[in-house]
């Protein structure tokens, strides 16, 4: 998976309450410009990226996260 | 701590709910929590009325010992468990005890009934049950729609060659904590999660009580969907993961036997618990398939 699958993945699985409508996804992107980069959507990620990738990932890892390019660095991808 | 418990067993289970069934309208939350919908006591309705009613609904000519397990008793002295041996006319020679347990709270009590059980010859009553919606609020957002109300009544008692293995394990943590002690008035009782801190908890601890044992059923504490679909892929083809969560929230402690009813569990089990304290621990043993079980609502 490249880094472009994995943000649209993020977005169809996180489901946001509010489309995001920002500019393209990028690795700079802060997570905060989501609607609500909260504990649900962060066990969500948690979850998609056991799923999917087959790994396991910690909760305070992924709370230090403030952009995208960091979380998809704590995936591996 | 690990032990084996010969010659009793499970006998009965009624479980309770409230009639006022709360849908879930926040989709996404519904989606990603896999809580579609809660039954929640309205004012004045306590668990201790759930397990009442639960309990009336068994066999009781054999028990001599009540035990009431709750994170929110109606109120600690008298002992509720006391009122129930009065409310169902039990013979003043019953002993009782209340004990305080969360989502691990069913094994930890069904430990206790067991060994009562097993040294008095007699059966135990063990009532189990919490109102954790009032505790819930604008507070702590994090635990917000998560937990619905029940109670649960089981019976235990002798049965011939039945084998039963307990795992009960603990560390402090204040990741799930309940004001409303000593320490905290005057504050009402107040429940405050971490849920992140609890989930990887509960991936590492519960993941250490799942063997590749022939169960027929893992019965594991309805905390929500996100925690139970990793469970399901560490548990072996053949075994069923029974859920109820999406009608019923997480009922903390009565969870396991709720489900055992709403589900018709029978078979040889892994009962699984897992929560505050934090505590986490199993039950391996046989329910059978002609045991009550029953399922009322108050």
Known sequence: ?77 | MNALIQDVAIKAIAACVPKNEVITEDKRFAKLTGIKARRIAPEGMNASDLGLKAAKELDLKDVKFVIFCSQTHDHYIPFVSNWLVKELELPSDTGTLDLIGGCAGFIQGLYTSFSISKTMNHDVLFVIGDTLSRTTGEHDPGSMGIFGDAAAAVIVGYEYMSDTEFSLNSEYSEAIRMTGGYNDQPDKQKLYMDGEQVMDFALMRVKEMINNSMFDNYIFHQSNMMILTHFKNYIPDFSNMPVNIDRFGNTSGASIPLAIVTENVSGFCNLIGYGSGLTWGNCETHIGESIQRIFVEL
């Open chain 1, 1 to 77: 998976m490249d880094r472009q699958e994995f943000y649209k993945l993020f977005l169809e699985e996180v489901d946001f309450y509010e489309e995001f409508t920002g500019e393209i996804i990028t690795g700079g992107t802060p997570l905060q410009n989501f609607s609500n980069w909260d504990s649900l959507a962060r066990a969500t990620v948690f979850n998609f990226v056991a799923a999917r990738l087959n790994k396991k990932l910690n909760h305070a890892d992924l709370k230090q996260c403030v952009t995208m390019e960091d979380l998809t660095n704590l995936v591996g991808i």
